[in-house]
């Protein structure tokens, strides 16, 4: 999987590429950005939302759990005074994520929902990812011509 950000007509703004299409993103209007389009939290937010809702969807057709609806909402709390280095006390990033997982089954089981459950968690990709990161690097290149 991969996913190539580049810039715009606008320091504030940046065109995602991914395999699924592209992506406008800007940045949060508490650090200057204009609020016209999704910022890089927002996009973290909803691949975990988006990832829960999927999976629990997939869990529920593979176990035979009668679904009517299920939905998944993300929430995030995000002190930016980290972020614009106004305060060194406060971290950069995400101070705490909440997931909610909302479903209507009137059909199902306690045991099938116990099961859709625990299944869900089990193999919601972004949820693991949050949870346990993986090792993380960062290289940078640069094509300035030295003298």
């Given at each position: 999987m991969r996913a190539v950000a580049r810039q715009q007509d606008s320091p504030?703004?940046?065109?995602?590429?991914?395999?699924?299409?592209?992506?406008?993103?800007e940045?949060?209007?508490?650090?200057?950005?204009?609020?016209?389009?999704s910022?890089?939290?927002?996009?973290?937010?909803?691949a975990l939302a988006a990832c829960a809702q999927i999976t629990c969807?997939?869990?529920?057709?593979?176990?035979?759990?009668?679904l009517t609806r299920v939905s998944a909402t993300a929430e995030g709390d995000l002190d930016l005074r980290g972020t614009l280095g106004v305060s060194r006390e406060v971290p950069v990033g995400f101070g705490a994520i909440r997931l909610f997982i909302d479903i209507e089954a009137p059909d199902a089981t306690p045991e099938q929902l116990a099961?859709?459950?625990?299944?869900?968690?089990q193999f919601c990709v972004i949820f693991h990812?949050?949870?346990?990161?993986?090792e993380l690097s960062v290289q940078w290149s640069s094509s300035n011509a030295q003298p």
């Open positions: 504030l703004r940046c065109m995602v590429e991914t395999t699924g299409g592209t992506i406008v993103s940045a949060h209007p508490g650090v200057g950005g204009p609020g016209t389009a910022c890089s939290g927002d996009l973290l937010l909803a969807q997939m869990v529920a057709t593979a176990l035979g759990i009668p099961s859709l459950r625990e299944k869900t968690e990812t949050l949870r346990q990161p993986p």
